[in-house]
């Protein structure tokens, strides 16, 4: 079975940084569009970033310039360096990855990891 599992997330200052990985492990042949998403309390999971096979990334307006998504392809694994946090950051941040299980799979479906809690005080 796929798994992602997140880790890195923490109490941390405003103006602090924050490093979140998340690897994916189990029956993988690849993996194309991975993500991260966040929830905060009384809120809608929204979409922080995404992030090619190839390296090409996407991020949200609100995270723009702070954020930045990476990829090691070879370990499965996505990682989201978080710089100057903000305490409207906080929420549940939870990874995403589109997985292909085998070489003769016909077609691939979105995975998510059980989130990691990142809280900014002021």
């Known amino acids: 079975q796929v798994q992602l599992v997140e880790s890195g997330g923490d109490l941390v200052q405003a103006g602090g940084s924050l490093r979140l990985s998340c690897a994916a492990s189990g029956s993988i042949f690849s993996i194309n569009v991975m993500g991260w998403y966040r929830q905060a309390p009384g809120k809608q999971r929204e979409l922080v970033a995404t992030?090619?096979?190839?390296?090409?990334?996407n991020y949200a307006d609100s995270v723009k310039g702070r954020f930045t998504i990476s990829r090691d392809n070879a370990k499965n694994t996505e990682y989201l360096q978080m710089n100057s946090l903000k305490p409207e950051d906080t929420a549940v941040y939870y990874c995403n990855a589109n997985i292909r299980s085998g070489r003769w799979s016909i077609s691939s479906r979105d995975y998510w990891g059980q989130g990691t809690q990142v809280t900014v005080s002021s």
């Open positions: 992030i090619t096979t190839d390296g090409s990334t």
